[in-house]
């Protein structure tokens, strides 16, 4: 398959290919947020490095990649939009740490803060949050989730995707936009749903109350400015505030993106009150396909198989009448070639186990899934009659620019140094997330 992602190594190169490619929008400016997505330059690779000046320009306004998040010193806006939330969240301590150590954590049986990772509670019981997203309403429905793009590898899953007329929902994590924001732009421009999954990936219940806010609010607004509405060429609107003149109080909260995804599950009524105070809606699964754990260190006996019969399990569910009245929403991961792989090798399965495959929104008939911009997703009855297809709107405020300002790229990782499409699995894509998080911190020292 083959790729199609534009991908450049210098800002020379860049304006190159733009001037080359780049389409007119509005004014006569370039609307390259569409077309970066889909020009493949011959003889680029993926996963090379390369730098995009709207990021780059934006990126000191950020928190470092890969470290959990906190607000950024300057920041007025953030600081200004944590104090006048945080008076609204529960009094819950942290627990363990941030990486998911909860050895000496005494946590009550009666699962005071409906903590998921202790209990799987998805109704909260603090007052005033809406219970967590983790079924799909209508009847043999798939809610079809991927989390920890984007990844550099994903053009032939993309493509995939594509060759079937599938949508999904993306739960992205900030410090992968960071790296790499035009395959970011190619899920917005396929038509796919993009959701948060946090800025560095850790576990949130291990946070303090304004971390967790700042891992949620800065992949939000990145989000926003980054790369999925009409911000991305403005490094300098990505400072501006999220709040716009709105008629009432929970609109002000409101972020750019809907619906959000805790790593590991975790999460509390802290976090759920912390999340739900910028906007965020909380979504869990209840079938969790486990591929990420193919080749890490931390699940050395896991192995294809296992992953299949995971895949399986959902299968004969669905086959057994399991969701003939509520769908439901599985977990696979973005993650790898592995796991991207086997996603395509069960679509064909999931598609007879299934009468629909849908993404988050679409399952629940929300046909605006973003705060911003102006994408319009059809509504569940147009998507599965194939009467209207996901469409996103790009155009380019009437100020853009293009700056001119350069700073170093990251480094790909080992496991990313590869290209083409989807490769079978082969060891060097082990833990493509743990290596992931040591490169990139790296590097990040140097951004
Ligand atoms: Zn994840």
Same mark, same amino acid.
């Given at each position: 398959?083959?790729?199609?992602?534009?991908?450049?190594?210098?800002?020379?190169?860049?304006?190159?290919?733009?001037?080359?490619?780049?389409?007119?929008? /509005?004014?006569?400016?370039?609307?390259?947020?569409?077309?970066?997505?889909?020009?493949?330059?011959?003889?680029?690779?993926?996963? &090379?490095?390369?730098?995009?000046? #709207?990021?780059?320009?934006?990126?000191?306004?950020?928190?470092?990649?890969?470290? #959990?998040?906190?607000?950024?010193?300057?920041?007025?806006?953030?600081?200004?939009?944590?104090?006048?939330?945080?008076?609204?969240?529960?009094?819950?301590?942290?627990?363990?740490?941030?990486?998911?150590?909860?050895?000496?954590?005494?946590?009550?049986?009666?699962?005071?803060?409906?903590?998921?990772?202790?209990?799987?509670? /998805?109704?909260?019981?603090?007052?005033?949050?809406?219970?967590?997203?983790?079924?799909?309403?209508?009847?043999?429905?798939?809610?079809?989730?991927?989390?920890?793009?984007?990844?550099?590898?994903?053009?032939?899953?993309?493509?995939?995707?594509?060759?079937?007329?599938?949508?999904?929902?993306?739960?992205?994590?900030?410090?992968?936009?960071?790296?790499? #924001?035009?395959?970011?732009?190619? =899920?917005?421009?396929?038509?796919?749903? /993009?959701?948060?999954?946090?800025?560095?990936?850790?576990?949130?219940? =291990?946070?303090?109350?304004?971390?967790?806010?700042?891992?949620?609010?800065?992949?939000?607004?990145?989000?926003?400015?980054?790369?999925?509405?009409?911000?991305? $060429?403005?490094?300098?609107?990505?400072?501006?505030?999220?709040?716009?003149?709105?008629?009432?109080?929970?609109?002000?909260?409101?972020?750019?993106?809907?619906?959000?995804?805790? #790593?590991?599950?975790?999460?509390?009524?802290?976090?759920?009150?912390?999340?739900?105070?910028?906007?965020?809606?909380?979504?869990?699964?209840?079938?969790?396909?486990?591929?990420?754990?193919?080749?890490?260190?931390?699940?050395?006996?896991?192995?294809?198989?296992?992953?299949?019969?995971?895949?399986?399990?959902?299968?004969?569910?669905?086959?057994?009448?399991?969701?003939?009245?509520?769908?439901?929403?599985?977990?696979?991961?973005?993650?790898?070639?592995?796991?991207?792989?086997?996603?395509?090798?069960?679509?064909?399965?999931?598609?007879?186990?299934?009468?629909?495959?849908?993404?988050?929104?679409?399952?629940?008939?929300?046909?605006?899934?973003?705060?911003?911009?102006?994408?319009?997703?059809?509504?569940?009855?147009?998507?599965?009659?194939?009467?209207?297809?996901?469409?996103?709107?790009?155009?380019?405020?009437?100020?853009?620019?293009?700056?001119?300002?350069?700073?170093?790229?990251?480094?790909?990782?080992?496991?990313?140094?590869?290209?083409? &499409?989807?490769?079978? $699995?082969?060891?060097?894509?082990?833990?493509? $997330?743990?290596?992931?998080?040591?490169?990139?911190?790296?590097?990040?020292?140097?951004?």
């Amino acid at each position: 398959m083959a790729s199609s992602t534009y991908r450049h190594r210098d800002m020379k190169t860049a304006l190159c290919v733009l001037s080359a490619f780049a389409v007119l929008g /509005v004014n006569g400016l370039p609307d390259f947020s569409v077309t970066d997505a889909t020009i493949s330059p011959p003889g680029e690779k993926e996963c &090379s490095a390369y730098y995009y000046a #709207p990021v780059g320009n934006a990126v000191a306004s950020f928190p470092t990649i890969w470290q #959990p998040a906190t607000i950024m010193p300057s920041d007025t806006n953030a600081q200004a939009k944590w104090e006048s939330i945080k008076q609204y969240i529960p009094d819950i301590a942290p627990k363990g740490n941030t990486d998911g150590n909860f050895d000496g954590v005494v946590y009550p049986a009666d699962d005071p803060d409906c903590w998921w990772t202790a209990t799987k509670c /998805v109704t909260p019981k603090a007052q005033g949050i809406p219970a967590d997203i983790a079924i799909m309403p209508e009847p043999r429905t798939l809610g079809y989730g991927f989390d920890d793009g984007p990844n550099c590898t994903h053009n032939a899953f993309y493509d995939y995707l594509k060759s079937q007329n599938q949508k999904a929902t993306m739960f992205f994590i900030g410090s992968n936009v960071m790296n790499w #924001p035009l395959e970011a732009q190619r =899920a917005i421009t396929d038509g796919h749903e /993009v959701c948060v999954h946090t800025w560095s990936h850790h576990y949130l219940t =291990a946070m303090e109350s304004e971390d967790v806010f700042a891992e949620l609010y800065y992949t939000s607004s990145h989000q926003a400015c980054g790369w999925s509405h009409t911000n991305m $060429l403005q490094g300098k609107e990505c400072l501006q505030p999220l709040d716009r003149n709105v008629p009432h109080l929970a609109d002000a909260f409101l972020s750019s993106n809907r619906f959000y995804q805790p #790593p590991f599950g975790d999460i509390d009524d802290r976090v759920r009150a912390i999340a739900n105070a910028l906007g965020l809606r909380t979504v869990l699964w209840k079938y969790d396909s486990d591929d990420w754990q193919v080749g890490t260190p931390t699940s050395p006996t896991a192995t294809p198989q296992d992953i299949d019969a995971n895949y399986q399990r959902m299968i004969d569910d669905a086959q057994k009448g399991a969701f003939d009245t509520a769908g439901t929403i599985i977990l696979a991961h973005e993650l790898n070639d592995f796991t991207m792989q086997e996603a395509i090798k069960f679509y064909p399965k999931l598609k007879a186990a299934f009468a629909h495959i849908v993404p988050i929104a679409v399952g629940l008939n929300i046909t605006h899934p973003y705060v911003e911009g102006n994408t319009t997703f059809p509504t569940f009855e147009q998507y599965i009659t194939g009467s209207m297809t996901l469409s996103t709107n790009f155009t380019i405020a009437n100020n853009s620019v293009l700056s001119t300002s350069s700073s170093s790229s990251p480094s790909p990782t080992q496991s990313e140094k590869k290209s083409g &499409s989807i490769r079978t $699995l082969e060891s060097s894509n082990a833990s493509h $997330l743990l290596l992931a998080l040591a490169v990139f911190a790296a590097a990040a020292a140097t951004l």
